[in-house]
T-cell receptor
Framework: NAGVMQNPRHLVRRRGQEARLRCSPM?????VYWYRQLPEEGLKFMVY????????ESGMPKERFSAEFPKEGPSILRIQQVVRGDSAAYFC??????????????FGPGTRLTVL | GEDVEQSLFLSVREGDSSVINCTYT??????LYWYKQEPGAGLQLLTY?????DMKQDQRLTVLLNKKDKHLSLRIADTQTGDSAIYFC???????????FGTGTRLQVFP
């Protein structure tokens, strides 16, 4: 069973360009979470999605950032008009449908975004 | 608001025990986790504890929880060089809920 997959692993963009980060959850998992890790900091929650629904986006910046998890295909985190402050590692995590409150989140290897 | 604090650095000699500490503020936290992050890698779940437990042991790892003081610790027995990494504590209210992470403790193990 493959783990959480993210691509690309490294992404370089110039200021003003768009960044698209993809996340494929573990097989059987229907919940996806995105976190951002700025250099030398911990992870900060951004958004929690289920298939075709955004459940909690309380950590998403109000502008330029959007996320989706379509019925088919990976979850996408999209950053429009990137700025240098967007440079960070973006981690995706997934968890199974809620059958037990002990279910936890499994993390992907992350996408490291560098904005020039 | 929710806040999770950790000390930034810990340096130990190989073979000694390491103790990494964490404090949290959210009294509704139900689950507390320890994750390990090696350089350039994602997060690996090490262990977790329910808030109604005081202690959990898993091989070389021992987690202690003082719910009254909202203090969590991770003890690594017989620390090895391969244990060098950043260790994050995190808390959640359980189920499909977001994780609130601490700032991470960088553990360095020297021979």
């Amino acid at each position: 069973n493959a783990g959480v997959m993210q691509n690309p692993r490294h992404l370089v963009r110039r200021r003003g360009q768009e960044a698209r980060l993809r996340c494929s959850p573990m097989k059987g998992h229907s919940h996806v979470y995105w976190y951002r890790q700025l250099p030398e900091e911990g992870l900060k929650f951004m958004v929690y999605l289920q298939k075709e629904n955004i459940i909690d986006e309380s950590g998403m910046p109000k502008e330029r950032f959007s996320a989706e998890f379509p019925k088919e295909g990976p979850s996408i985190l999209r950053i429009q008009q990137v700025v240098r402050g967007d440079s960070a590692a973006y981690f995706c995590a997934s968890s199974p449908p809620v059958i037990s409150s002990t279910d936890t989140q499994y993390f992907g290897p992350g996408t490291r975004l560098t904005v020039l | 608001g929710e806040d999770v604090e950790q000390s930034l650095f810990l340096s130990v000699r190989e073979g000694d025990s390491s103790v990494i500490n964490c404090t949290y503020t959210d009294s509704s936290s139900t689950y507390l986790y320890w994750y390990k992050q090696e350089p350039g890698a994602g997060l690996q779940l090490l262990t977790y504890i329910f808030s109604n437990m005081d202690m959990k042991q898993d091989q070389r790892l021992t987690v202690l929880l003082n719910k009254k003081d909202k203090h969590l610790s991770l003890r690594i027995a017989d620390t090895q060089t391969g244990d060098s990494a950043i260790y994050f504590c995190a808390e959640s209210e359980g189920g499909p809920d977001k994780l609130i992470f601490g700032t991470g403790t960088r553990l360095q193990v020297f021979p």
